[in-house]
Structure formats: structure tokens, C-alpha cells
């Protein structure tokens, strides 16, 4: 659920996203993009949820500005008291909230790196 949770929430905000990998589906690849991964946590907990973190990672060709103007407008959503919550069918949750976020030096040439951080908990 939560993957569809996070490509509702980029579709929303109208972001370039993939999960695991961006590939070039006849569009080409945008010059700011960001690229999901779902690190689940090894437990669940009493109240039958499972969560982890899910980290964005964004890309960028131009300039370090696009991801931050990206990950203002993650947060405004994410931020607040509560978080984000998504309900699905049959009795399914979703609650995604705001972690943090990092510039990560890249060794690509010409591209700027930036990881967000958010933390989810999913009830099916």
C-alpha cells in the first residue's frame, strides 16, 4: 500500500517519480526527478501495523533548487500533526509523516542529490 501511497502523493504535487529505479518510459528523463525505496522494519507492532521509512531520493541537472522547492512542498503535505493518512479498501490504512531530508554529494557530474527521509505505518 505504502508505494502507492507515495505515487499518489508525487502524482499530487506533480513530481517526476519512479520507484527503485528511473527509467525513460518514450518521454524521456525529466531534468529533476526523484526515485523511491521502501525500507520496511523487521517488526511489526501490537496494534497489527507494519511501517519503516521510505526514502526519497531525488536528482536534479539543474542546480540544487528544484529539490528543495520538491521537498518544501513533501513536507507542507507530510508535516503536519498527524502526518499524512491514506485509507484503501477493505479496512487498510496508510499514515505517512515528514523525517528529514539531506543534500547527498554526488559523484555523477553535473547532478545535485537529495534524500527524503519519511516514516510510514500500514494497517491491511
Request: charged share 25%; net charge negative; with cysteine.
Amino acid at each position: 500500500m505504502i508505494k502507492s501511497v507515495i505515487n499518489d502523493l508525487m502524482e499530487s504535487l506533480d513530481l517526476p517519480y519512479q520507484y527503485w529505479e528511473y527509467e525513460d518510459l518514450g518521454e524521456g528523463i525529466p531534468s529533476s526527478y526523484f526515485v523511491g525505496e521502501r525500507m520496511p522494519d523487521s517488526v511489526g507492532d501490537e496494534s497489527g501495523g507494519e511501517g519503516g521509512m521510505f526514502v526519497l531520493s531525488g536528482w536534479s541537472r539543474g542546480g540544487l533548487m528544484p529539490l528543495v522547492s520538491a521537498e518544501s512542498a513533501i513536507k507542507a503535505v507530510l508535516d503536519a500533526p498527524g502526518g499524512d493518512v491514506r485509507f484503501a479498501g477493505e479496512g487498510g490504512a496508510c499514515v505517512v509523516w515528514y523525517l528529514q531530508s539531506q543534500d547527498i554529494p554526488s559523484d555523477v557530474e553535473g547532478m545535485c542529490r537529495m534524500e527524503v527521509t519519511l516514516g510510514y505505518r500500514e494497517w491491511s
